[in-house]
């Protein structure tokens, strides 16, 4: 039985690394972002005899591309939201992320449902750089409240794999997630903030320093509140 599970994940990795490379410029821009060789993605890709994407290489590839970590692992769809004529079908995946101390993750994710937005409806209330890279993933914990809460189903652009401007991310470290709000000090260190105030912010140097993987920027929240 594990032989068969290891053998869908291979092949879900090669399917969704094709996705990949089709969507972001070829195998040699896509190389050149994972820092390997164009050889080397095309011997993965070989349609003969490709090599199986190990776990590392499989995060290292979520962690460039700004993916939730295991969605490499996801039966081939998953990764994307389906962009139709009016509407995006956005992959609400079973990843909850931390808006306390980090919430570990299973690393064998997959979308549970989709969920329909109007394209007009994304445009006018957030400012996503993708229809195809949406994905909803779950805030755990308080320390994001007021802005929203335990539960609530939030809305992530997972094209964005930097802090470039103060907001609320999705970051990874190790096998942990978290949601925080990042702001950029003028000395070029950050703050990680809870919006609870009973959480204090944290200063840190740098995310690379710290550790910290960024998967993504939440846009909005579709709050859950508690009545």
Same mark, same amino acid.
């Given at each position: 039985m594990n032989e068969i599970k290891t053998s869908n994940v291979y092949q879900h990795r090669f399917d969704n690394l094709r996705a990949i490379t089709e969507r972001h410029g070829g195998r040699s821009a896509v190389a050149e972002k994972?820092?390997?060789?164009?050889?080397y993605i #095309?011997?993965? !890709?070989?349609?003969?005899? +490709? %090599?199986n994407i190990g776990h590392k290489m499989a995060r290292h590839i979520e962690s460039v *591309?700004?993916? +939730?970590?295991g969605? !490499? /692992?996801?039966? +081939?769809? /998953? !990764?994307? &939201?389906?962009? $139709?004529?009016?509407? @995006?079908? @956005?992959?609400m995946?079973?990843? &909850?992320?931390?808006? =306390?101390? =980090?919430?570990?993750? /299973?690393? $064998?994710e997959e979308t549970i449902q989709?969920? %329909? *937005?109007?394209?007009?409806w994304i445009r006018q209330? #957030? /400012? &996503?750089?993708?229809f195809q890279t949406l994905a909803i993933v779950t805030g755990k914990g308080d320390s994001m409240e007021e802005t929203f809460f335990d539960g609530s189903p939030l809305l992530v652009d997972t094209s964005v794999s930097r802090l470039k401007i103060d907001s609320v991310y999705v970051m990874r470290r190790d096998d942990e997630l978290f949601i925080k709000r990042v702001q950029r000090n003028i000395d070029g260190s950050y703050e990680i903030i809870s919006d609870n105030p009973k959480y204090k912010p944290q200063r840190? $140097?740098? +995310? $690379?320093?710290?550790?910290?993987?960024v998967l993504g920027k939440v846009l909005i929240a579709l709050n859950a509140k508690r009545m």
């Open positions: 994972l820092g390997v060789s164009k050889q #095309t011997l993965i !890709l070989s349609p003969t005899k +490709p %090599r *591309f700004g993916l +939730p970590v969605s !490499l /692992d996801s039966a +081939p769809g /998953d !990764l994307y &939201a389906k962009v $139709e004529s009016d509407t @995006v079908m @956005v992959p995946l079973n990843v &909850a992320a931390s808006m =306390g101390h =980090g919430y570990k993750m /299973d690393v $064998e989709e969920v %329909r *937005f109007s394209k007009r209330n #957030t /400012d &996503a750089s993708s840190i $140097e740098s +995310p $690379e320093k710290a550790g910290l993987v």
